[in-house]
């Protein structure tokens, strides 16, 4: 199978090139198997992996035209030759490697945790099975970036805009029925950009590997905001 | 501190804009077809009918708001040289102003002249 990969090595290359790999593949490979293949041709090619299995978010990238992980992506659904480039609009380190700096500062930004501000019980902060039920679909989220990367808002104004994968966040602790600052989170997100720069484009549900739906939480954000102004 | 432009309120006022200008459009277009003014005259006295004034005058205001906050967020999204951000914004305030007065004094005229 034919794999057309991007490389750029900022310290000796001026810019991103493609470069052209063979790789010979077997039944039920994935993506990631045929990187450590081509490893084995060149070892110089980086790539950023961990768990090989969907759980760690650590190689997400551009695959043939959409963003995915590559440790998940079977070889027989793509078409030849398969091109692979780092995730768009990040600042590459090397070959597929990016920084996620501006993705985890926007994560950082919307308080990722629960904020409880009256005091704690004796034992467990309790919770129904119906308030619990509410957090499925949003806490599942591995942070890969596939979604932030793939939205043309976050594109434009990385440093402004929270991107579909921090607001999911947002929505996941705003939805959770033992946290207590929701004033303050909506306070937070309000202004042209934090969160109003989504245009419902859409991206971000489309290549979450999880198959979350951010823009449905921004939805949810939103119809909150309503409320809670009128 | 809300120095910034707005957010939640543009937003709100961006559907609520639209669903009315929707709502005028299909009115307008519905009385044209089924009891078309005859005549100049017809027209004016159509539009100075105090209802009929205080509609279309609501429609111009809420297309014109409509018109800043897409335009507005255009601008946020592609242009990011702070001053020519701020120029061209100011140009688009302006024209839209205008343009507002403008239609307010077509409206006086149709009522009072
Ligand atoms: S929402 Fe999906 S695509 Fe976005 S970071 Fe989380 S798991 Fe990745």
Redesign the interface.
Known sequence: MRFLIQRFNPETDEKPYLQEYEVEVTPGMMLLDAFKAIKEQDESLAVRYSCGEGVCGSDAMNINGTNGLSCITPLADLKEPVTVHPVPGMPIIRDLIVDMSTFYHQYRAVKPYLIHHDPMPETELLQSPEDRDKLDGLYECILCGCCSTACPSFWWNPDKFRGPAALLQAWRFLADSRDQATALRLDELEGPYRLFRCHTIMNCMNVCPKQLNPTEAIGHIKKLMLKHSI | M?W?????R???FQRISAVYMLGFLLFFMLAIYSCPPTDYQAWREWFAHPVMWMATAIFFVSLFLHVWVGL??VI???L?NVPIRLVVLISLGISLISLTLWVFRALFTVAYL
């Open positions: 809300r910034s432009l707005g957010g939640f543009p937003w709100l507005r967020d946020l999204d592609y990011h």
